[in-house]
Nanobody
Framework: VQLVESGGGLVQAGGSLRLACKTS????????IGWFRQPTGKEREGVSC????????YYVDSVKGRFTISADNAKNTVYLQMDSLQPDDTAVYYC?????????????????WGQGTQVTVSS
């Protein structure tokens, strides 16, 4: 199982970034794929997840209306479109996979993790 994140970078407040999570080694549409983030010196927190099998999604309240998760089943890739970014969104962003259904399981413990990508939002 492999998950590889890309798309992080430095952006000004109010800007946008799109993260990608390229996966391999498992049945993509049978898993929940989640995005998590960890600010420096803080605990890791869940952001959003999707079940590519039927497109079911979940978002934490702090990103609702600003972030959009999507999946390209042909490419086994999940995206996180992040708009209206704020300095509080600065963190290392990780994608993860779990053999579960996102809208029910949400952001509980996930089994497989990527290496992370840094997102920095300047004020």
């Amino acid at each position: 199982v492999q998950l590889v994140e890309s798309g992080g970078g430095l952006v000004q407040a109010g800007g946008s970034l799109r993260l990608a999570c390229k996966t391999s080694g498992f049945i993509f549409d049978a898993y929940a794929i989640g995005w998590f983030r960890q600010p420096t010196g803080k605990e890791r927190e869940g952001v959003s997840c999707i079940s590519p099998g039927d497109g079911g999604t979940y978002y934490v309240d702090s990103v609702k209306g600003r972030f959009t998760i999507s999946a390209d089943n042909a490419k086994n890739t999940v995206y996180l479109q992040m708009d209206s970014l704020q300095p509080d969104d600065t963190a290392v962003y990780y994608c993860a996979a779990d053999y579960s259904y996102c809208p029910d399981y949400k952001l509980g413990p996930y089994d497989y993790w990527g290496q992370g990508t840094q997102v920095t939002v300047s004020s």
